[in-house]
């Protein structure tokens, strides 16, 4: 029928509004910014990177691969990948952000950046409250003001954050066993080849 649509979502509409009168959750105002409303646990807003351990620097997940920066829609992300490598939190060498910057006044908050990347670094937070009168400098967080811990991820992605928690220590857990397979592979060729072999018996003759 023509029109349909349109008569759907003015009933959807009556409805939201009627209700807004008879509903018990929807007749208190909620004074903010005294009182809050508790954030969901999937909101998600601008992007933070993830660091495990005590060091905010040095325990960067991000390694500036740079995907993120290549697949960013509003081009915000900003990455200059360090010419050196230095020690994670574990004690990897691995290269890192020099510079990691995210202009939060074009951000779309699309969440592209946190599914393209393929090292769990970057993440969505749920901090709103951003606001400031310097519109240039005041929206451009660098990689100092966009650490944040695992601790912190968890206690706003408590679900997701547990999730990832256990694909990493799975993938670890992997790779080591991988890397023991190999030294034992490695050290058993070279005691092998170590060995002495066994000297043919001579031929004898009548």
């Known amino acids: 029928m023509l029109g349909e649509g349109i008569l759907k979502g003015m009933a959807e509409t009556a409805r939201n509004f009627a209700g807004s009168y008879v509903s018990k959750e929807r007749l208190t105002t909620v004074e903010y910014p005294e009182q809050r409303i508790p954030t969901v646990e999937n909101a998600r807003v601008f ?16 390694v500036a ?22 020690p994670d939190y574990v004690g990897k ?10 202009d939060i006044s074009v951000c779309m908050s699309c969440q592209i950046c946190v599914e393209v990347c393929p090292f769990e670094a ?38 997701e954050a547990t999730e990832v928690d256990s694909r990493l220590a799975e993938e670890k857990a992997k790779a080591e066993a991988k890397a023991t397979a190999a030294a034992d592979a490695a050290a058993a060729k070279a ?10 018996p001579a031929a004898g003759g009548d």
């Open 47 to 62: 992007p933070f990177l993830v660091y495990d351990g005590p060091d905010s620097q040095s325990g960067l997940r991000c």
């Open 65 to 86: 691969c740079q995907i993120c920066e290549k697949e960013c829609p509003p081009k915000c992300i900003f990455i200059d990948k360090s010419a050196d490598k230095k």
């Open 93 to 102: 060498p691995q290269f890192y952000p020099a510079k990691f910057d995210i």
């Open 122 to 159: 970057i993440k969505m937070d749920t901090q709103f409250e951003l606001a400031t009168d310097d519109r240039f400098g005041g929206l451009l967080l660098d990689r100092e003001q966009l650490a944040k811990s695992n601790e912190y991820y968890h206690s706003i992605h408590p679900t």
């Open 191 to 200: 005691a092998a080849a170590s060995t002495p072999k066994p000297n043919p």
